[in-house]
């Protein structure tokens, strides 16, 4: 017989354990400048804006293969190293279904994207100052029964086009390329894709497959980005 307090007990565990993973995303580019990881979002940083395939680019979408590769904590430092570097910067959590970037920055999400893409709210209430100079965060907001229809909107498009006008670098923390359509849905609406790909754990078939996703979408792949964390 099912037990519904024994029941709602482990969901709750269940929930609690997520929550607790989601906190762990670390913002190590900001609490500790000087080490060897932070170093090497600098390097990242450097190479994106020394780039000659990247130096138009101001709307990139950051995703993986499959989840569990790093590219919500990439997208978070390497935002935060762009913004060290002076440039204004504005981080989209445009991941509809499974949002994080809230609770790296410990913020509320019962404002963001979704608002804004369902017309509920004004692009311009919906941005949080992150906390770190230069740094602006549009979390997810609530999630939606149609992510993929949002997305793929005309007011998606607006928004776009709008934050390439406002910010030096706008970047999207999308949901990855194998899983649901969502970074396909936009790849052709932004300048270009990086691709965070986990060493031991992605497969070179996996990316061989986003390789030809994001080609047969016209987005413009500027580079990968391998995790070993």
Do not use: W
């Not at 138009?56 to 979408?61: D, G, M, P, Q, V």
């Amino acid at each position: 017989m099912y037990n519904y307090k024994q029941g709602e007990s482990r969901l709750a565990l269940l929930n609690r354990k997520s929550l607790q993973l989601k906190k762990k995303i670390n913002l190590i580019t900001a609490t500790n400048q000087n080490c060897k990881i932070s170093e090497q979002y600098r390097t990242i940083r450097t190479n994106f804006l020394s780039s000659l395939n990247c130096i138009n680019s101001r709307t990139i979408i950051i995703t993986s293969p499959g989840h569990d590769e790093g590219k919500s904590t990439t997208a978070v430092n390497f935002a935060i190293s762009l913004a060290q570097q002076g440039k204004k910067v504005l981080l989209i959590d445009a991941d509809l279904r499974n949002p994080i970037l809230h609770y790296s920055f410990k913020m509320e999400n019962s404002i963001g994207l979704s608002n804004v893409l369902s017309g509920n709210l004004l692009l311009e209430d919906s941005i949080y100052r992150s906390g770190i100079r230069d740094l602006d965060l549009l979390t997810s907001g609530p999630i939606p029964f149609n992510p993929a229809e949002l997305l793929g909107s005309e007011v998606m498009g607006k928004l776009i086009e709008t934050v390439s006008g406002q910010y030096d670098v706008v970047l999207f923390d999308t949901p990855p390329v194998l899983e649901v359509s969502d970074a396909k849905i936009i790849a052709n609406q932004c300048d270009g894709v990086i691709l965070v790909v986990r060493y031991g754990k992605t497969k070179n078939e996996q990316a061989i497959e986003v390789k030809k996703f994001l080609e047969s979408s016209k987005a413009n792949l500027l580079g990968t980005i391998i995790n070993n964390k």
